[in-house]
């Protein structure tokens, strides 16, 4: 069964906590801050998470974090990417408490549980995830971009899961465009 967080987060924090990642990821000039990239990440949590009600995948599944993100996705970030992007590698791990780090074939790794204990690097992670992906993320001035932002989540996000792109517009309908903070 999936844990109810018990982090007191409103939607509108963590609004501010993704452009704060986004922006930080960007001074470094290490990825493009952009409207899109902000509301894939919002889409993705409002989803994952059920409008951040649970910070571990429901049914007892692996899945970490409002990102809901698999230990091994995570370590597969580290060992087959990050590695050889020194400078993402350097972002990636920045602020995490030493007591998180372990050695995974020669890199030190935040421990995949990291992504409940901070939220920030949860954000993080799901960027960098994406920005791995080599299709550009739909873009705003598209008629039916919400629709292809659910597409792109379910296909690169969720891959074979159980989850639908139905799924993922449905609930950020529900737990994003319904919300009046």
């Not at 550009?136 to 919400?146: A, D, G, T």
């Not at 994003?176 to 903070?181: P, T, V």
């Given at each position: 069964?999936?844990?109810?967080?018990?982090?007191?987060?409103?939607?509108?924090?963590?609004?501010?906590?993704?452009?704060?990642?986004?922006?930080?990821?960007?001074?470094?000039?290490?990825?493009?801050?952009?409207?899109?990239?902000?509301?894939?990440?919002?889409?993705?949590?409002?989803?994952?998470?059920?409008g951040l009600l649970?910070?571990?995948?429901?049914?007892?599944?692996?899945?970490?974090?409002?990102?809901?993100?698999?230990?091994?996705?995570?370590?597969?970030?580290?060992?087959?990417?990050?590695?050889?992007?020194?400078?993402?590698?350097?972002?990636?791990?920045?602020?995490?408490?030493?007591?998180?780090?372990?050695?995974?074939?020669?890199?030190?790794?935040p421990k995949a549980?990291?992504?409940?204990?901070?939220?920030?690097?949860?954000?993080?992670?799901?960027?960098?995830?994406?920005?791995?992906?080599?299709?550009?993320?739909?873009?705003?001035?598209?008629?039916?971009?919400?629709?292809?932002?659910?597409?792109?989540?379910?296909?690169?996000?969720?891959?074979?899961?159980?989850?639908?792109?139905?799924?993922?517009?449905?609930?950020?309908a529900t737990h994003?465009?319904?919300?009046?903070?």
């Open positions: 069964m999936a844990t109810i967080s018990k982090k007191a987060l409103t939607k509108g924090q963590y609004l501010r906590d993704i452009n704060e990642v986004l922006f930080e990821l960007r001074n470094k000039g290490l990825i493009r801050y952009s409207y899109e990239a902000r509301d894939l990440i919002m889409m993705t949590v409002m989803h994952e998470s059920c649970y910070d571990r995948q429901m049914n007892g599944g692996p899945a970490l974090g409002y990102v809901n993100m698999e230990r091994k996705t995570h370590e597969d970030l580290y060992d087959n990417y990050l590695r050889y992007r020194s400078d993402l590698y350097e972002a990636a791990i920045e602020g995490v408490p030493q007591c998180f780090l372990y050695d995974l074939n020669g890199i030190m790794v549980e990291y992504l409940i204990e901070s939220h920030k690097y949860a954000i993080k992670m799901a960027r960098i995830h994406y920005f791995r992906v080599p299709e550009s993320i739909p873009q705003y001035r598209s008629k039916f971009y919400l629709l292809e932002l659910s597409e792109y989540c379910k296909k690169y996000y969720n891959g074979p899961g159980k989850a639908t792109a139905e799924k993922y517009f449905d609930d950020y994003w465009l319904s919300y009046q903070g």
